[in-house]
DNA sequence: ACCGTATTCAGCGCG
DNA sequence: TGAATACGGT
């Protein structure tokens, strides 16, 4: 009704070339934005725009790849338009989208509608036990490194006969030593799709086998999504980015939205050669460059230029600002992170002190989640409130999931993981050889799991009665939980399964702080239901709308929470906390007052980027995208000792140091950040009296001299390796040395080890014997 | 089936 | 160092 009310006035609020990027509504459309360039605002006035010229809600998509960053879009659309039209937008993560348009659509693939959605640590349970099953070494098969290789495999769209029938993929694998690799892909495939679930990467590589191969879907969608919006552009992986060209393939209208220089999730498939190729893909392309930065000073600003243009592949951009000059960049040295903490805590209070801040205008940034510990302690002891982001979010509790499977499981039996969980938890008395039993007899019928646990009275998998009796039991408890899914609303049943399923109960009688933590997450999990119960429902398929009544189901929670890992449930805004995370988590935040720590070689940045250009390229774009997270003032700090993985280590100052301009750093650069004199340094570590201390250097120089027998200098060269040398090692045994780099304490040696593989070893800790 | 002890292994982490 | 898991004894 009010579609053309403050169209002028809105797009007042933006700058030219923002407004120049939200009107051009038609085409194929790259927004490229700078940090802190207003990239969110440009994308939320888009939406809003095209609701006033008479778009309708239902014809726009917008992708993001966070639940966070949709809610928040959304929420200002709402602002701007008013909450009618802004509801049935269609936005949300690449994800969720998907996963709700492979409910309707699933079938297709043969899949239900009440599909599971296995998480990460579901698929590494089950990557696992393939791995135990085929009777393979699960050194050599690493769990993680078959779960990296599928699903890199699966977000590249590389199904399980391509990956098979790939030579150059069989020839990485054999010479990996881990020929087994496309097996197990396929065995994972076959166990996913007898458990009716589908991992995350599944959610998009189905999503585009739906539009590939069934021309009347891709159509129908091509229509339903006349507008498309896609942010963070430069983190789509292959899978999205196809999925993306399919739906927009039709008209083009188009809108990516990026920055090259924060593409930082490259380690997960992430290509940044999508956001480099969409001038060559859509010919007809517009581009609007944001490069006004309104969130730092001019200082923060040029220091951030100035390390960037050190990457070659780029798309080139003047970020510039009219704010203030602003402090300089202060760069902290301490000899030990213990001290490093002191020092970045003693400056927060003197800041504090100095200029009367409140501790939420300052964050403290790390490459890596250890480092936060002695952080955490400095705070602690000057009474520094802080809050830590990330580790363990709520929905990765064990607890948690414990009770989430027991609902997964009611809505999809077949959910083998749900049922690994939770069968014997509360104990009743079903243990690892009934178990065995169970899996043997379903293999032996091809069923799943739950099918032969069901069918106990005509097959005869060889239990005695208690032990059926006991099966049955269950069986029968998770079908009349799954009798009520209808009928009960999403809070009352859940209730009753925590209840009637014995482990609230379980919870209730562990009275350690461990206990009782863990029977307050299950509250809040039930207090997050009832709200969910008592929300309306938002953004519906038209499939979807004749159906449903009005009470809110538990299979429609499940919907929902599978996709939610934010620990932003409830954002506790109101209580005055200093913030500590890591880079990649500080994305798209910003802070007054930012403490990047931990600034050096082999940390960040990390040991292993060193060796592929492209890598290093990507620290690089995190060291950026953490200096442009601070408005006010920027503090950099490092530690010449660290401790890492229990050992004191030595440490050499980051070479993005040496990159920030002088002009901008507060006191001249001493010498102490280059290597000659860091090692004089080496002394004063051995001279310490306290006895405690004396045994860790012990430790940590025997390691050291255990290479050479001198008394170690730290510069020790390592010269009598020479590539083709049989080597010992600790772990892996005997190999070879197939290539040395580097010098000094980096020097660096690629071993292969028979049944192992290459492995890249540090001499400075590889405790290699030289056998000829 | 369960519990205490030994051993192992460390990156960043959206859905 | 310390969390997570494997193992081995009861």
């Not at 003032?633 to 440490?651: D, P, Q």
């Amino acid at each position: 009704m009010h579609k053309n009310f403050g169209v002028a006035n809105f797009l007042k609020q933006l700058n030219e070339v923002q407004q120049q990027a939200v009107m051009q509504t038609e085409g194929p459309v790259m927004v490229i934005a700078g940090a802190g360039s207003g990239k969110t605002r440009v994308l939320t006035y888009r939406v809003a725009y095209l609701l006033t010229k008479g778009a309708d809600p239902f014809n726009i998509l917008a992708l993001t790849f966070t639940n966070k960053a949709a809610r928040e879009m959304k929420e200002r659309i709402i602002k701007l338009i008013g909450s009618t039209e802004g509801k049935n937008v269609w936005m949300g993560t690449f994800h969720s989208i998907f996963a709700r348009i492979l409910r309707v659509e699933g079938h297709h693939l043969g899949y239900p509608q009440n599909y599971s959605i296995y998480d990460t640590d579901d698929s590494k349970r089950l990557i696992k036990s393939i791995i135990k099953e085929q009777n393979l070494n699960d050194k050599v098969y690493a769990p993680n490194y078959v779960l990296g290789r599928i699903s890199g495999a699966k977000s590249g769209l590389v199904s399980v006969a391509e990956y098979n029938q790939n030579p150059e993929v069989k020839a990485s694998d054999e010479s990996a030593g881990k020929p087994k690799i496309g097996e197990l892909y396929k065995i994972y495939q076959g166990r996913l799709k007898k458990a009716q679930a589908m991992d995350f990467d599944d959610l998009l590589f189905n999503m585009y086998i739906l539009l590939r191969d069934f021309p009347d879907l891709l159509y129908k969608y091509q229509q339903r999504f006349k507008y498309i919006l896609v942010d963070e552009y430069q983190d789509t992986n292959h899978a999205q980015y196809m999925i993306v060209k399919k739906l927009a393939a039709n008209n083009e209208n188009l809108c990516i939205v990026g920055d090259d220089a924060q593409s930082i999730y490259g380690f997960r498939g992430a290509n940044i050669q999508n956001i480099l190729n969409f001038r060559s893909d859509y010919p007809d392309h517009k581009v609007f460059k944001l490069e006004q930065n309104y969130r730092s000073t001019k200082t923060i600003v040029g220091a951030a230029n100035g390390i960037i243009v050190n990457n070659k592949n780029q798309i080139f951009k003047e970020i510039w600002t009219e704010n203030e000059e602003g402090n300089k960049i202060n760069i902290l040295k301490a000899s030990s992170d213990n001290e490093e903490g002191g020092m970045v805590a003693n400056s927060i209070f003197e800041h504090k002190m100095n200029f009367q801040l409140k501790n939420n205008e300052f964050a403290v940034l790390y490459r890596t989640n250890a480092q936060s510990r002695s952080i955490e302690e400095a705070l602690r002891r000057r009474n520094i409130p802080y809050r830590i982001f990330g580790g363990l979010s709520f929905y990765n509790r064990k607890e948690v999931k414990d009770l989430l499977a027991y609902f997964r499981l009611v809505i999809n039996h077949k959910d083998e993981e749900a049922l690994m969980r939770v069968i014997n938890y509360p104990a009743r008395g079903i243990g690892k050889t009934t178990l065995e039993k169970l899996i043997v007899e379903a293999d032996r019928v091809n069923k799943s799991v739950w099918e032969a646990a069901e069918k106990l009275e005509v097959s005869n998998p060889g239990l005695n009665a208690g032990t059926r009796r006991k099966i049955i039991e269950f069986t029968t408890m998770i079908k009349s939980f799954k009798a009520q899914v209808g009928k009960k609303n999403a809070y009352d049943l859940a209730k009753h399964i925590a209840t009637s399923s014995g482990l609230l109960r379980q919870l209730y009688e562990d009275k350690s702080p461990e206990g009782v933590s863990r029977f307050e997450n299950i509250e809040e999990l039930l207090n997050a239901i009832k709200e969910f119960t008592e929300q309306e429902r938002t953004l519906q398929t038209e499939e979807e709308t004749e159906e449903k009544n009005s009470i809110r189901t538990l299979d429609e929670f499940l919907q929902e929470v599978a996709l939610l890992t934010d620990q932003d449930k409830n954002d506790k805004n109101s209580t005055d906390y200093v913030s500590l995370m890591t880079i990649h988590m500080a994305k798209g935040l910003e802070f007054p007052y930012v403490f990047l720590v931990g600034l050096e070689e082999n940390l960040f940045p990390s040991i292993q980027s060193l060796s592929a250009r492209a890598d290093l390229e990507e620290e690089r774009r995190l060291f950026y995208v953490a200096l442009t997270r601070a408005m006010k003032k920027i503090t950099l700090s490092y530690a010449e000792t660290r401790y890492k993985w229990g050992n004191l280590t030595i440490c050499e100052p980051s070479r993005f140091l040496e990159e920030v301009d002088e002009k901008y750093i507060e006191a001249p650069r001493k010498a102490s950040i280059h290597k000659s004199d860091f090692f004089e340094s080496g002394p004063k570590i051995r001279t310490t009296s306290s006895g405690d201390k004396e045994k860790v250097k012990r430790k940590n120089f025997r390691r050291v001299s255990s290479v050479s027998p001198e008394p170690s200098h730290g510069g020790m060269d390592h010269s009598e390796l020479q590539t083709g040398m049989e080597v010992e090692h600790r772990k892996f045994g005997r190999g070879k040395i197939v290539h040395l780099e580097g010098d000094g304490a980096n020097k660096k040696a690629t071993v292969f080890f028979k049944g192992v593989g290459n492995k890249q070893l540090l001499l400075k800790f590889a405790k290699l014997k030289v056998l000829k």
